[in-house]
């Protein structure tokens, strides 16, 4: 009897310093990462882009920015900013931040309703605030 109270004591003095090393943050998760960035025409119904292209046609309406993120939590932010090169105008930015544990494909659209102009455009992606790349394109 006194072994078995013994063993409880044990198991529960282990929990309790699982759930504080838990809670104080001293086992972590993996943190965020950026595993393939792509520019396309198009995605399919499960978000996957339909074609890796980095040349758009003049009069495209839409193109879009396909980003497979790991390990994104609710403290995470990806965010994205889209430049008119040939104007040096900055046309859109967007931001992402996730409600909670986040893996997968996150989908950045830009929209121009009388289609993109002929030029030079760049993205630049960043991971909580800090650039992880620039992605140039052309329309022509």
Not at 61 to 73: A, C, G, R, S, T
Not at 81 to 89: A, F, I, P, S
Not at 119 to 126: A, K, L, M, P, T
Request: aromatic share 8%.
């Amino acid at each position: 009897m006194k072994l078995k109270s013994i063993h409880l004591l044990t198991l529960i003095l282990i929990c309790s310093i699982v759930v504080t090393i838990s809670a104080t943050g001293c086992i972590k998760s993996e943190s965020a990462s950026v595993e393939s960035i792509i520019l396309t025409n198009n995605v399919d119904d499960n978000g996957n882009p339909t074609a890796e292209t980095e040349n758009f046609k003049e009069g495209t309406k839409e193109i879009f920015l396909v980003i497979k993120v790991k390990n994104m939590q609710k403290t995470d932010n990806i965010s994205v900013k889209w430049t008119y090169l040939d104007k040096g105008l900055e046309i859109d930015s967007k931001s992402f931040t996730p409600e909670g544990n986040f893996t997968g494909n996150k989908i950045f659209k830009i929209k121009i309703s009388q289609g993109f102009p002929y030029g030079n455009y760049e993205v630049r992606i960043f991971l909580n605030g800090t650039q992880l790349r620039t992605v140039s394109f052309k329309v022509n």
